[in-house]
């Protein structure tokens, strides 16, 4: 995508929400003149009249917008508005949109948008969707909810429910829909084209047709400008691609996200052990899967949850925030203890206090970089199980060419500032000392955590910020009591 359609969707993106906020508004703002009015005990009939063409007015004009607006475009809109509005706005929506603007809100405002609404309304949004989404939304509504829209289900659909609600939210089985086109391989071309026209629409994202046998075994796939450009005579097993890409429904999502990259999918065909098609997994589901989770590893990186936004209750943000603040808490008392064994070396040298934080800065920045890149290695499949001593090897050169570029230049500033070449030489010794520190922690922490079965990048930042800031004041205060006191 160019960077100017980027910016083309986040100006639209805005001018939506811009013009939801200005109606919502005005509304406020005429309503609550209206109720500040002085008015009789016998206007109240006046009162009343005015108030209820006050509220059209303008909610009117706020339902047209919405209907106007793409089910994704509402939920931006509804996830940048506080709970009031927002479940204002929710009310004016179509009850036939419901379904599809749940599905694409976040974790936390979907959780506050299903509390508001009428089991009535959560069955008629459920029933809406189909079966693969029904699924993506089915952990977050209340069971009876569940429990009617299953038995209104046909056989196949329940049996599809079960299948991809079977499945953990990280793997293939989770994304993957159950809309496809199949054909088999011993029809011509022109019967295919038969078969399509009693269609009324495809599948979204149909790019190709599944060739399978009568025990619905994949055999191939049949793309459609194959099937657009060839002699309408010709049968579909001469023409079938077999050497297509297919998935298992066990098989992680991330590697599937990574197949599509690599060879431009618009949609893979999902088969089970026995090679018999059990469903498809398409772009759309794969960038939006690829979305979700760099938002959770953002998120992870700072010891946060996805279930908070930033107009969530404060005691939830403060459940949410706790725990990495009570590690935090814990390694900024070690550091402080740390400066406080070095109290009378810091009396006798004041310039010790204003050196040491620069150390510890920069080996935290360091060290961020490279825990970074060390969880973008993991997550795109580089590292690999004997990759540790390699990568140590790699960073800890880094490091050491950055340590005595940089710390020597800041040893010289040091030595020009206080006049102490003695004390320039602790300062480059500490700094390579405390990005080797950060080098070595960076790759260490993640790549541990990978091998324990843990999210590598959850608390990342944390964690080395930590070490690199008490190693840093440990360091550098140590030296410079060995050599300058």
């Not at 657009?228 to 297509?244: I, R, Y």
């Not at 840093?472 to 030296?479: D, K, Q, T, Y």
Request: include cysteine.
């Amino acid at each position: 995508m160019s960077d100017e359609l980027q910016h083309s969707d986040a100006d639209e993106l805005q001018a939506h929400l811009t013009e939801v906020q200005d109606l919502l508004a005005r509304h406020r703002l005429v309503e609550n003149l209206v109720h500040r009015q002085e008015m009789s005990r016998q206007a109240d009939s006046q009162k009343a009249l005015v108030e209820d063409l006050v509220h059209k007015q303008h909610l009117v004009q706020l339902h047209a917008r919405l209907d106007r607006m793409h089910p994704a475009d509402i939920a931006y809109v509804l996830e940048a508005l506080p709970p009031d509005e927002r479940l204002l706005v929710w009310d004016l929506v179509r009850a036939d949109r419901d379904g599809e603007i749940l599905l694409e809100v976040s974790d936390a405002v979907r959780e506050s948008l299903i509390e508001s609404m009428a089991p009535a309304e959560l069955r008629a949004a459920a029933e809406s969707l189909d079966t693969d989404e029904l699924a993506d939304l089915a952990p977050d509504l209340p069971r009876e909810v569940i429990e009617d829209v299953f038995r209104s289900l046909s056989a196949e659909e329940r049996e599809q429910l079960r299948a991809a609600m079977s499945y953990p939210e990280d793997t293939v089985g989770a994304i993957m829909d159950f809309e496809m086109v199949t054909v088999r391989e011993d029809v011509s071309l022109e019967a295919v084209l038969r078969y399509l026209r009693r269609f009324d629409e495809l599948p979204d994202h149909t790019d190709q047709l599944f060739v399978v046998d009568r025990d619905e075994r994949l055999k191939g796939v049949l793309p459609l400008n194959v099937l657009l450009v060839n002699d309408p005579e010709t049968e579909v097993g001469a023409l079938m691609q077999t050497d297509c890409v297919d998935l298992r429904p066990d098989d992680f999502a991330e590697e599937a996200a990574k197949a599509f990259e690599r060879y431009d999918l618009v949609s893979a065909a999902v088969v089970d052990d026995d090679q018999k098609l059990v469903g498809r997994v398409t772009v759309n589901a794969v960038v939006d899967f690829i979305r979700e989770e760099a938002e959770s590893e953002q998120l992870a990186q700072a010891g946060l949850r996805e279930e908070e936004d930033i107009f969530a209750p404060v005691i939830d943000s403060v459940k949410n925030r706790w725990a990495w603040l009570a590690v935090n808490l814990v390694t900024a008392f070690v550091a402080s203890r740390v400066i406080g064994a070095f109290e009378d070396s810091i009396e006798k040298l004041v310039a010790l206090a204003a050196l040491m934080p620069i150390v510890a800065g920069i080996g935290g920045n360091s060290g961020n970089q490279t825990i970074i890149m060390i969880v973008r290695a993991i997550a795109m499949g580089q590292v690999q199980p004997d990759a540790l001593s390699r990568l140590l090897r790699k960073e800890l050169g880094v490091a050491l060419i950055n340590g005595l570029v940089w710390g020597g230049l800041l040893g010289l500033i040091s030595w020009w500032l206080y006049d102490s070449a003695s004390l320039g030489l602790v300062m480059t010794s500490a700094m390579t000392l405390n990005l080797l520190l950060a080098a070595l922690a960076g790759v260490a922490i993640p790549i541990l955590r990978y091998r324990l079965g843990n999210d590598p990048a959850i608390g990342g930042s944390v964690m080395i910020t930590a070490l690199t800031d008490s190693g840093g004041f440990f360091i550098f205060l140590g030296l410079a009591t060995l050599f300058l006191l």
